[in-house]
């Protein structure tokens, strides 16, 4: 029997506390306002719930985002009414990247924005677009009834943000509660696992039965669903190669036989996408098939040239872009698991040619790695540096990394030798100023050391919160990629667009390294080859935070793995990695 809940009596921002704790929440990303100044009297008073205070509203949202990325929870994410517009970045990418955040943000009372009332706003209409709901609390009685909502529905079927709208108010308001209990299985996501149809899953057995050269491609939904085995029950059944896309790097281990590793237009090499180009059969596992994933939607061949099979939470993705000869809505770790079981009933005895991708992939990197193309003057190779992180990094390291030279190189080069999310990026939305917060996130969510790539254009977008680093005493390293310009724009409007000289890419030199001293870090420059495995090494040791810089060549200087940019620089005979 359960036990009977005894009614208590408490204001709307104890209420909010005890059921954030009910629900688990160990911390909340956010920064004070004149309107939550109520919720932090009750929260140093009675809650134990660490709240992670940053410099920006921006940098705490996606702080939350790669914290639920990282523990596979819900993230919580609180923001006064000054700076709630702030936060649309961060719940954008958690948005399209299916991730479920809490969002509260505080507001004045209902009704008084339309007196002007100061930072009065209609909140809740700003974020309905980009949020899987938006409540308004009008009554502390309301409070339990709305947090079991805004948990269930952010984790269960296509996870995703929650905003929840708190005015003034209600903090101070006092009501007898009855109805203070969580519903646990909304404490993680995926909360639930439904298996897609039965008869629809044998038919993608003897597609994938019938087919010459399968590939399964994994989208971060496979990650989300944390796939990890029952893709490889798949793959090694059926001996079929594992591609993921950038997001979804890490499905399974890189160095696995059947892993091609990343492909598409963000780090995918020749070699993978060429395997993609020619297989006739495509199996999409949590994959929106987007442009970044796809290069533009060409990966796949002529139309009509291969079948392809997608299994995924969200039926809205399920032949988007690609005619999809069986489709199968669920949720891929369950769906998976069924579809081994029943393979193994329908063939229990199958064989298939054994398939070693790895002598394919040593031979892909090294040709990259040994290509020796000189660089500028001044410029320390990309690909040099990713070469040697990926050495050095320990198994218990989390890397973030954003648009640009930061993410290009790590995502092609880096091997992920175990499975799980130890790599992050906003390839959703693609925004710049994420990384340095999003390893805030994972610092909080994770023990080990944090790597944070990052470029000159990006960091001015958060350079206030290298003092919540610094605060936080977490070990967090900042590799800031620098070449004094928005780099992809250039790239982009030499190679594609065929402009001589970029117009408004480039900005003027910042010491960095002063700033980032100024803040507290340890700071270093790698100005030479072979002056990257002390300082990486240093770093990663440090308990603290680090700060190196390296400059790189601009993207049209040396063109990396954007095969776009490739099939350009080729025509014109520029130097690139591929």
Sequence with gaps: MPTPLVPARMN????????????GVTHVFGLPGE???????????HSDIEFVLTRDERTAAYAAEAYAKITGRPAVLEAPSPGVTHCTPGITEAYLSSIPIIFFSSDIPINQDKKHGLTGVDQTALYESICKESFVV????????????????????????????????????????????????????????????????????DALLAAKQPAIVCGQGALISKATDAVLALAEQLQIPVATTTPGKGTIPENHPLALRVIGGRGGMEYSN???????????????????ATDHWKLYGEPGATMFLHLDIAEAHIGNNFPVAVGMVGDARASLEFMVKL???????IERPSVDL??????????????????????????????????LLPDNAIVTSEPGVSAIYPSALLTLRKAGRRYITNYSMGALGYSVPAGIGAAYANDGPVISFTGDGSIGFVLGDMETIKRSGKNVTII??????????????????????????EFGAVDYLKIAEGFGF????????????????????????????????????IVPFVPNWVRAARKKNLPHFY
């Design 522 to 557: 340890d700071t270093d420059q790698i100005t030479s080859e072979g002056e990257i495995e002390p300082i990486l090494s240093a770093a990663i040791a440090n308990p603290g935070p680090s700060f190196i810089e390296v400059r790189v060549p601009t993207q049209d200087q």
């Design 35 to 45: 309107t939550t100044i109520g919720w932090y009297k009750e929260w140093r008073a």
């Design 138 to 205: 009008t009554t502390v009685g309301e409070i339990p009834f709305l947090l079991r909502r805004a948990f269930r529905v952010a984790t269960a079927g296509k996870p995703g943000p929650v905003h929840i709208r708190v005015p003034i108010n209600i903090f101070g308001e006092e009501a007898e509660l009855a109805d203070l209990y969580a519903e646990p299985e909304y404490s993680a996501f995926p909360a639930h696992r439904p298996v897609a149809d039965h008869s629809k899953i044998e038919a993608a057995i």
């Design 343 to 349: 393979l193994k009933q329908k063939k229990p005895k």
């Design 358 to 391: 790895n002598p394919i992939k040593a031979i892909a990197l090294d040709k990259v790695f040994n290509s020796n193309i000189p660089m500028p003057e001044g410029t320390i190779s990309p690909v040099k540096l990713s070469q040697e992180l990926d050495r």
């Design 274 to 292: 060429t395997y993609m180009h020619d297989a006739d059969v495509i199996f999409f596992i949590g994959s929106n098939t987007d442009s970044a």
């Design 480 to 505: 800031l990629t620098r070449n004094d310009s928005f780099g992809w724009i250039r790239g982009e409007a030499i190679l594609l667009d065929e402009v001589d000289e970029p117009w408004s890419t």
């Design 12 to 23: 709307g921002a104890q209420a909010l506390l005890q059921m954030l704790e009910l629900h």
